[in-house]
C-alpha cells in the first residue's frame, strides 16, 4: 500500500519494480497468505444448560487490502475486531446445540456455519474468514467433577435398568422351562403308565392262553405265588386250608 499523507495512492498486489515518491509517499506492507488467529478460550452455555470452555482459532486472510487499510489500519486493529465476529457467532450457534452435538460429528456442520456468517460480516472490512476451528471444548475446571459423577450415575442407573431387564427375561425364560418340562415329563408318564398299562394286559393274555393249556400247572403256581407273598414270622395253623395242601406231608 502507497500511501501519501495517509491517503491510499496505490496498492500494489503483484512482485515487480514499483516506485514511490521520496520524503511524500510512504508504504504499508501486509501478507497475502493465510494467518492463523488464536482466540482466546470462552465460555459458553449449550442448549441444555451445560457450561462450556471453548477454544478456537481462526484462519484468515486479507482481502482487499484498501478496504482494510480505510476500515481497521492495521493488523494489530484487525484482531480485536475477528476476535468479536468469530466469538459472537460461537457462541450464538453453539448455544442451539447441546452438550452431546458439540462434542460429536455434528460440530462440523456447526463450524460451516460459524465459518460463513463470519466471513459474511468480515467482508467490508476486506477480510476473509477462511475456516473457524475448535481445538478445545472441555467443561470449566469448577464443573468438570460434577458433571462427570452426573454422567457415572446416569451410566449406573441405565446398567440397573438392564440388569432388572435381564433379570424379569430370564425369570420368564426359567418359568416357561420349568412349565415345558414339566409338561413334559406329565407326558412321559401318561404315556409310561399307557405303555405299563398295555404290557400287563398283553401278560395278563398270555398268562391266561398259557395256564389255560393245563389247568393243574397253573393252580400249583399260583399257589407258589401264594407261598412267595407269606411274610415271614407268621404262622399258620391247620391243615384244611386248600392252599397249603402243597405244603402237607404224608
Known amino acids: 500500500m502507497v500511501l501519501r499523507f495517509g491517503k491510499i495512492v496505490a496498492v500494489e498486489t503483484e512482485p515487480g519494480l514499483h516506485f514511490k515518491q521520496p520524503f511524500v509517499?510512504?508504504?504499508?506492507?501486509?501478507?497475502?497468505?493465510?494467518?492463523?488467529?488464536?482466540?482466546?478460550?470462552?465460555k459458553i452455555i449449550a442448549a441444555d444448560k451445560k457450561?462450556?470452555?471453548?477454544?478456537?482459532?481462526?484462519l484468515w486472510r486479507i482481502k482487499d487490502a484498501e478496504a482494510f487499510i480505510k476500515s481497521l489500519k492495521s493488523v494489530k486493529l484487525a484482531l480485536p475486531r475477528i476476535d468479536d465476529v468469530v466469538y459472537s457467532h460461537v457462541?450464538?450457534?453453539?448455544?442451539k446445540a447441546n452438550f452431546d452435538e458439540i462434542i460429536s460429528e455434528k460440530r462440523e456442520d456447526l463450524l460451516r456455519e460459524v465459518t460463513a456468517l463470519s466471513r459474511e460480516d468480515l467482508k467490508d472490512f476486506g477480510i476473509e474468514a477462511v475456516d473457524v476451528r475448535v481445538k478445545h471444548a472441555d467443561l470449566p475446571a469448577e464443573n468438570e467433577k460434577a458433571v462427570y459423577e452426573r454422567m457415572k450415575a446416569e451410566r449406573y442407573s441405565i446398567a440397573a435398568q438392564i440388569r432388572a431387564e435381564g433379570e424379569k427375561?430370564?425369570?420368564?425364560?426359567?418359568?416357561?422351562a420349568d412349565k415345558t418340562a414339566k409338561v413334559l415329563i406329565a407326558e412321559a408318564q401318561s404315556k409310561a403308565e399307557q405303555i405299563k398299562g398295555t404290557g400287563e394286559a398283553s401278560a395278563v393274555k398270555i398268562y391266561a392262553e398259557v395256564f389255560s393249556k393245563d389247568k393243574d400247572f397253573y393252580e400249583f403256581w399260583r399257589t407258589m405265588e401264594v407261598y412267595r407273598s407269606i411274610e415271614k414270622?407268621?404262622?399258620?395253623?391247620?391243615?384244611?386250608?386248600?392252599?397249603?395242601?402243597?405244603?402237607?406231608?404224608?
Open 169 to 176: 427375561e430370564a425369570r420368564k425364560i426359567r418359568a416357561e
Open 233 to 250: 414270622g407268621i404262622l399258620i395253623i391247620g391243615d384244611e386250608l386248600d392252599a397249603l395242601k402243597y405244603l402237607k406231608t404224608k
Open 91 to 95: 457462541r450464538n450457534i453453539f448455544a
Open 25 to 42: 509517499d510512504n508504504v504499508v506492507r501486509f501478507d497475502k497468505r493465510i494467518l492463523l488467529y488464536d482466540i482466546e478460550p470462552e
Open 51 to 58: 457450561t462450556l470452555v471453548i477454544d478456537t482459532y481462526v
